[in-house]
């Protein structure tokens, strides 16, 4: 969030205070503490982690750590985040599926740490149906946080007036309005060049973190970083059979995320 008042680190998904996810990089509070700045020319500090609401404790360890934290929920259709979340996993190397309707069908397997990467850490972010269930996610997280801390911002109003959205998230962290009218997208799905190769440094990445190697492998990160191409991702396409299938699956939770966060989500339900 690019705002004079506000400041989130560079490094994004710091995955602190989920504890029962295998997210081990900034679990030590000096390193996590270390990532903020210290003075006080920012009105706000935040953390960008994903995560947090999936988890069985981060907000419970968030509101220990700050009863006064502000959260922001971001939403999106339940069908097109499960296949978003499926492109992401097969860029990281975690997802071993080359066929996004299998990993779908292979969900509940996974649910109980079956067919899963040798390569992939946390096995539960391959469950595609419960990772989106954001209804359930947010009636826990409402069971800790009074609903005024609470920010939504819904995928679909970004793409149409992302200006609307930006003053609106401003109006409720307590910011002034900077000016600020260009959106440019920072975050555009990512292709792999070479996928073996990611998947050797993923296999080094986690030899390390078992075997003390030391350091010097900035070389294979400088590699790494070539490997990565912006070229257009071509997502999984489904059939009309398959998009029903999956909106009949999330059918109930989008009626319970509509009725919590007091939005029409009908256009949801039938798959589109």
């Not at 989130?8 to 390193?31: A, G, T, W, Y």
């Not at 419970?60 to 750590?65: D, G, L, S, W």
């Not at 793409?159 to 609106?168: I, N, R």
Request: hydrophobic letters at 40%; a neutral charge.
């Amino acid at each position: 969030m690019a705002h004079p008042g506000a400041y989130i680190p560079s490094q994004k998904e710091l995955n602190h205070f989920n504890e029962d996810l295998d997210f081990p990089e900034f679990r030590d509070p000096v390193d996590y503490a270390a990532l903020f700045e210290t003075d006080k020319k920012h009105q706000k500090n935040g953390d960008g982690s994903v995560w947090y609401l999936y988890s069985n404790c981060a907000i419970e360890n968030i509101e220990k750590h700050n009863s006064a934290s502000q959260y922001i929920v971001c939403l999106r259709n339940p069908v097109e985040l499960a296949v978003s979340l499926y492109v992401e996993n097969r860029y990281a190397t975690t997802e071993n599926l080359g066929d996004f309707w299998t990993a779908w069908q292979y969900s509940d397997f996974r649910a109980r740490g079956e067919k899963i990467s040798t390569l992939c850490r946390e096995p539960k972010l391959l469950d595609y149906k419960r990772t989106c269930l954001l209804g359930q996610q947010l009636e826990v997280m409402l069971q800790h946080v009074e609903p005024h801390r609470i920010h939504f911002i819904f995928l679909e109003d970004i793409k149409v007036s992302p200006l609307d959205v930006y003053k609106g998230l401003l109006a409720f962290l307590g910011l002034d309005y900077d000016g600020r009218e260009e959106f440019v997208v920072v975050n555009a799905a990512k292709r792999i060049r070479f996928p073996a190769f990611k998947r050797l440094v993923r296999l080094i990445g986690t030899l390390r973190s078992k075997v003390p190697f030391g350091k010097g492998f900035g070389f294979l990160k400088m590699l790494n970083r070539y490997n990565v191409s912006t070229d257009r991702v071509e997502k999984p396409q489904l059939s009309n059979e398959m998009l029903e299938e999956m909106a009949a699956f999330f059918e109930s939770d989008i009626q319970l995320l509509s009725a919590l966060t007091g939005r029409n989500l009908d256009h949801w339900r039938v798959g589109r």
